[in-house]
């Protein structure tokens, strides 16, 4: 465009004039150059003016294709539009499974509240005072002597026997069956440093009778007599429910004496003591 310049050397002075640093002419621009700007300028308007329509219709139509029929302009969804979108309007969720939903959480948050409630009306413990407790060295060298009695308070697991007694009918009776009852009471006591014992007789829990009816003959525990070699099978029993606060190697010894027990069918034993932090458990700090 315009005169051509012969110079290797050009410049631009202040006022937007070409020099030629050789010749010292003057060179203005070309009037096509202006006119090509004023082009380009007009045509990036027409392409703002174009994407702004394009989005404004954008806006209009994306309403009536959304599942929960309103979109929020106004930058992230209410609580209460999330709600509306997942629950009433998914396409995985009947009307039924909604409302059953709804109730659940309705459920757990009064669940929630009651046992926050039951947690602040409960009883207070005390703080104990730890000068009067026995030393860590004490606690973890521990031993029982096997004498209740004499035994420090700390270390025993709460559990319960359900055993089931044959039903002799040559024996005594009800007076060898208590005798029996006596001898195992002394033995928790002053052989196993157990507390807290409480014997009850149970009934068939198959149809409530005082005599439990087997579902299958069964034989008792115990070594067989001298000369004897087969043991007899019983149909019948009496079953007694046993609870005691017991050390944990107790447990052990406990069931060696059960097994060599002539009387004793079957028994089995349920540990209830997962913590000692727990209210009502062996533990000095509720002394």
């Known amino acids: ?20 640093g050789m010749v010292g002419k003057q060179l203005f621009l070309s009037p096509c150059s202006s006119r090509a700007q004023r082009r380009h300028s007009a045509r990036a308007a027409a392409a703002v003016f174009f994407a702004i ?27 209460g539009d999330v709600v509306a979108q997942h629950a009433s309007h998914s396409v995985y969720y009947s009307n039924a499974d909604v409302e059953r939903l709804k109730a659940r959480r309705k459920e757990s948050r009064q669940e929630l509240r009651d046992w926050e409630s039951r947690g602040l009306m409960g009883p207070k413990i005390v703080p ?11 606690l973890y060298n521990r031993t029982f002597s096997g ?5 420090p308070i700390g270390g025993r697991k709460r559990y319960t026997y359900l055993v089931l007694f044959k039903l002799d009918p040559t024996s005594k009776g009800p007076e060898k069956l208590k005798a029996l009852l006596v001898d195992y009471v002394r033995f928790f006591k002053t052989k196993m440093s157990c507390k807290d014992i409480k014997i009850k007789k149970k009934k068939s829990p198959i149809d409530g009778a005082n005599v439990v009816t ?30 005691i606060t017991a050390p944990v190697q107790a447990g052990e010894y406990i069931a060696k004496k059960f097994y060599n027990d002539h009387m004793m069918l079957r028994f089995m034993v349920l540990g209830h003591t997962r913590r000692f932090g727990h209210a009502n458990e062996d533990n000095e700090l509720f002394l």
């Open 1 to 20: 465009f315009g005169s051509s310049v012969r110079a290797s050397s050009v410049t631009r002075d202040p006022a937007g004039m070409t020099i030629n």
């Open 53 to 79: 329509a394009a989005l404004v219709a954008l806006v209009a139509v994306l309403p009536s294709l959304h599942p929960s029929g309103f979109v929020s302009v106004q930058g992230t969804l209410s609580r």
């Open 128 to 138: 104990a005072e730890y000068d009067k407790l026995p030393s860590i060295d004490d």
């Open 147 to 151: 004498n209740a009695a004499k035994d």
């Open 214 to 243: 087997l579902e299958y003959p069964m034989k008792e525990y115990g070594p067989m007599a001298r000369g004897q070699s087969v043991k007899q099978k019983q149909e019948k029993a009496i079953m007694f429910e046993i609870k």
